[in-house]
């Protein structure tokens, strides 16, 4: 069964530094990984995603990495602003039996972010 | 906005009442999934429908029912409510399979059952 792990479960940064989040995954067979955003009591906002076949993906300040063989996807935050504080979460998408992705979401438990001014 | 809407935002129900949670997305996706969110235990499948006319268990499909009333809209019934079902639902669709499609989430239904 496909496990993913986030860790630190929470981090506080001052403004202005770079960070980098991380998400593990027990098995290699993905179709893709998603890295999601929460704000407090609001829904799931995606940020980036990679597929299999990738390597990284960029948006703004923000640059997701992914290393299959062994097991890993990082998020890079630029230049870190107070508004950047919240829960930043990974989603493995797993290759179903047919090698098309699998309908189900693996979802970590997420990394709580704070930017202090 | 296009995306996925949910219904209602919040609500309390009394143990052993019954509701139904609306979703419906406007991005002409095939794919609608129903998740529950609760504190330690991460986002967890419920029910999904892989495209019209079809529904399936997710990981945690007990105490649960679900309706795909079309290519837009995909319901979340609760029978008879307990306690334990306290928590956050959220609705997400996806385009079927393909590598380079995501998620799309909903805001989310915070439901408390006394």
């Known amino acids: 069964k496909q496990e993913v792990t986030q860790i630190p479960a929470a981090l506080s940064v001052p403004e202005g530094e770079n960070l980098v989040l991380n998400c593990s995954f027990t098995?290699?067979?993905?179709?893709?990984l998603q890295w999601f955003r929460q704000d407090p009591g609001k829904g799931l906002t995606s940020l980036l995603l990679?597929?299999?076949?990738?390597r990284e993906q960029t948006s703004g300040r923000l640059n997701a990495s992914l290393d299959k063989s062994s097991g890993r996807s990082t998020l890079y935050i630029a230049a870190s602003q107070p508004g950047d504080s919240a829960t930043y979460l990974c989603a493995v998408r797993p290759r179903g039996y047919s090698g098309a992705g699998s309908y189900q979401l693996t979802f970590g438990k997420g990394t709580k972010l704070s930017v202090i001014p | 906005n296009a995306g996925v809407t949910q219904t209602p935002k919040f609500q309390v129900l009394k143990t052993g009442q019954s509701m139904t949670l609306q979703c419906a997305q406007d991005m002409n996706h095939n794919s609608m999934y129903w998740y529950r969110q609760d504190p330690g235990m991460g986002l967890r499948l419920i029910y999904y429908?892989?495209?019209?006319?079809?529904?399936d268990k997710g990981e945690v499909p007990n105490g649960y029912n679900v309706s795909r009333l079309n290519k837009r809209e995909f319901s979340l019934r609760l029978e008879s409510a307990a306690p334990s079902q306290t928590s956050v639902y959220f609705c997400?669709?996806?385009?079927?399979?393909?590598?380079?499609?995501?998620?799309?989430f909903g805001s989310g239904t915070r439901l408390t059952v006394v």
């Open positions: 990679i597929q299999s076949s990738q």
């Open positions: 098995d290699s067979a993905i179709y893709n």
């Open positions: 429908s892989a495209s019209e006319g079809t529904t």
């Open positions: 997400a669709s996806s385009e079927a399979l393909g590598a380079n499609y995501g998620y799309t």
